[in-house]
């Protein structure tokens, strides 16, 4: 099956920055988009950022632009999430998300598979 593996999440304070990390192993697959959800306690999945990755076009969820960057590295199917000026409300656990397939890549339905997701905590 297809792995993803985060790493990079933590406690930070309010402006403090973060990279997240994510890379895919396991059974070899055509990636079309990777991207990163996120889920605070209590609420549902929100979209964060996702890249294609044929061309690397990007698009960022309204509530992040300006604050956080999506980037790839196409050799090793890794994606990473530059998170900068952080807040506490940015405070979820962010999950590592892969589509094999075109579509909305705002809509969490439409990638399927998922990592484990790591926890950023915005402290202040």
């Known amino acids: 099956q297809v792995q993803l593996v985060e790493s990079g999440g933590g406690l930070v304070q309010a402006g403090g920055s973060l990279r997240l990390s994510c890379s895919a192993s396991?059974?070899?697959?055509?990636?079309?988009?990777m991207g990163w959800f996120r889920q605070a306690t209590g609420k549902v999945s929100e979209f964060v950022a996702a890249?294609?990755?044929?061309?690397?076009?990007?698009h960022h969820a309204d509530s992040v632009k300006g604050r956080f960057t999506i980037s790839r590295a196409n050799a090793k199917n890794t994606v990473y999430l530059q998170m900068n000026s952080l807040k506490p409300d940015d405070t979820a656990v962010y999950y590592c998300?892969?589509?094999?397939?075109?579509?909305?890549?705002?809509?969490?339905?439409?990638?399927?598979?998922w990592g484990q997701g790591t926890q950023v905590t915005v402290s202040s």
């Open positions: 998300v892969a589509s094999e397939q075109d579509g909305d890549m705002t809509k969490s339905d439409e990638f399927h598979y």
């Open positions: 890249i294609t990755w044929s061309n690397g076009s990007t």
């Open positions: 396991g059974r070899a697959f055509r990636t079309y988009a």
